[in-house]
């Protein structure tokens, strides 16, 4: 199972730890695509998914704080922000005497960055990627009131949520709960994502209808040549968010 991100049918740039060419990732010897591992994985509970209100309350977290947690020097943060990759949720630096205030989301936020990054992604498309999965989880929310980004991926009946890039062109959500099958949402235009104006953050993201892939690299979004996978799930589990 690959830990954070993956990059399966395409050379790996140097310096990305969890980036590897592969056989695709949870499918048989006979390349056909496996489900159920989606499930498997994840801790056996039968809890339900906890509110976000019920395990934490908000709390602010500062840029120098999330430096140490990330072990990130404080400039890469703040461009990632100036950027727009990152929107501080509990305030902005508006001048001086200003100063930004984080939640955990963009804490999660920035790690996402930061991996997609160390994959060689434009900032514009990485900010692009954050500003869809925002929306990607109001759209989870919409049949899963409960779920919360950060707190539904590290809990016991931890979701597993990943992002999957098609040949380069295409984006989608993966999203399998431990007590349903996996759903596939998507596709969006990946291309349009580096562009100087990149479009704006869909409505909605529809929802399709998982089948096995027949050729290719074997994954439910239909990668033929090459294909990018980041576990949302791992890179939120492996947050220690204490201070």
């Given amino acids: 199972m690959p830990r954070s991100g993956e990059v399966c049918g395409q050379a790996v740039p140097e310096g990305c730890p969890s980036g590897r060419v592969s056989r695709p990732p949870h499918t048989s010897e ?19 998914l906890a509110s976000a209100a019920m395990i934490r309350a908000v709390a602010e977290w500062t840029l120098a704080q999330v430096s140490r947690l990330l072990h990130e020097p404080q400039h890469r943060l703040i461009y990632l922000c100036e950027k727009g990759a990152v929107a501080p949720d509990l305030g902005d630096a508006r001048g001086r005497g200003s100063s930004r205030g984080f939640s955990e989301r963009n804490i999660l936020e920035f790690a996402l960055a930061l991996r997609l990054r ?9 900010a692009a990627v954050v500003r869809v999965l925002r929306r990607f989880a109001e759209v989870v929310r919409n049949s899963e009131p ?3 980004i950060v707190t539904s991926l590290r809990g016991p009946n931890a979701v597993d949520v990943r992002i999957l890039v098609k040949d380069g062109e295409q984006l989608f959500f993966l999203l399998a709960l431990r007590t349903e099958p996996a759903r596939l949402f998507g596709p969006l235009d990946f291309r349009k994502f580096g562009a100087r104006r990149p479009p704006p953050v869909p409505r909605r993201i529809p929802e399709l209808s998982l089948r096995t ?3 290719g690299l074997g994954g439910p979004e239909g990668s033929r040549e090459a294909r990018i996978e980041v576990s949302v799930t791992e890179i939120a589990r492996g947050l220690r968010l204490v201070r």
């Fill in 118 to 126: 160390k994959l060689e992604l434009p900032v514009t498309v990485v």
């Fill in 30 to 48: 006979s390349g056909e695509w496996n489900l159920s591992v989606f499930q498997s994985d994840l801790p056996s509970t039968s809890e339900p």
């Fill in 146 to 148: 409960s779920f919360d």
């Fill in 213 to 215: 892939a027949q050729n």
